[in-house]
């Protein structure tokens, strides 16, 4: 309701801006009245369409007495994860001490690290990311924001964790993910953290190879969940079929084939 009062608000409130007569009669008006209003419809139903899965305090996911997490504060850039999620991944890897982890897009290694970083010495970390430049190889059809991730600007694909300690338990694999050979490692991944590209057809490809990949006690974790349409619509469908939660305050969502 409330957000229903502010998207009305908003509407009629650049009405009166932009001036009714203003807004029909001038191009460039109307093009700024339509994308403030749009934008805001969109942010509307996109927040209501990711109300869908049952949300739960990480406390409530984990145990509360866990306190051996090991966060580097490295700098920030647009497609990372939240500081806070970074916390509930690094924390849910700690507990969790997975064998194998798979990663879905590696971007610039930041979460990979911190899963390095959170693992017993013996964890191997296997984390996947189209080749460098190269995002015309991707076989499925991407998000309209992916360009962005893919053709990445100033900095190399995972350098975040390449020649430290923690990267020697890092395996970087250079692929499609939809192509990639997941056949030898089925049953075998304690963790799979998927985050690569967020179209509807990746995010199902990436998940069934999730699911095939996953030990009887294997956890998945998605981002984005509440930010991008295609996830959050294609996770909703999967909540029908499986037990996902939400982490409260964070746009990710977990399965757990364990306790």
């Avoid at 009166?16 to 339509?34: E, T, V, W, Y």
């Avoid at 145990?63 to 509930?88: A, K, M, S």
């Avoid at 982890?101 to 390095?116: C, K, P, Q």
Wanted: glycine fraction near 6%; charged fraction near 20%; include cysteine.
């Amino acid at each position: 309701m409330l957000k229903t009062f502010k998207y009305y608000f908003l509407y009629f409130k650049n009405i009166l801006l932009h001036g009714i007569f203003s807004i029909i009669s001038d191009k460039k008006k109307f093009r700024q009245f339509s994308a403030l209003v749009n934008d805001f419809g969109i942010s509307y139903n996109l927040s209501s369409r990711s109300e869908i899965i049952k949300v739960k305090e990480l406390n409530e996911i984990v145990p509360d007495d866990v306190t051996d997490i090991i966060i580097r504060n490295l700098p920030w850039r647009q497609g990372n994860v939240t500081f806070y999620e970074l916390f509930c991944i690094s924390l849910i890897a700690s507990v969790a001490k997975p064998g194998i982890v798979f990663e879905v897009g590696t971007f610039d290694g930041r979460t990979t690290l911190h899963l390095a970083l959170n693992t017993p010495d013996k964890t191997v970390i296997h984390t996947i990311d189209l080749p460098p430049d190269n995002g015309d190889i991707a076989s499925l059809k991407l998000d309209e924001g992916d360009p962005q991730l893919i053709y990445k600007k100033n900095f190399q694909t995972g350098y975040l964790f390449s020649g430290t300690d923690a990267g020697k338990k890092i395996i970087q694999h250079f692929s499609d993910s939809a192509k990639f050979d997941f056949s030898i490692y089925h049953g075998c991944a304690d963790l799979f953290f998927i985050d690569g590209a967020h179209s509807y057809d990746y995010i199902k490809s990436d998940t069934t190879n999730a699911l095939n990949t996953l030990s009887s006690k294997g956890i998945i974790l998605w981002h984005d969940y509440g930010n991008i349409a295609d996830v959050t619509d294609y996770l909703n469908e999967l909540s029908r079929q499986m037990s996902l939660v939400r982490i409260k305050n964070t746009s990710l969502v977990m399965y757990s084939g364990g306790k």
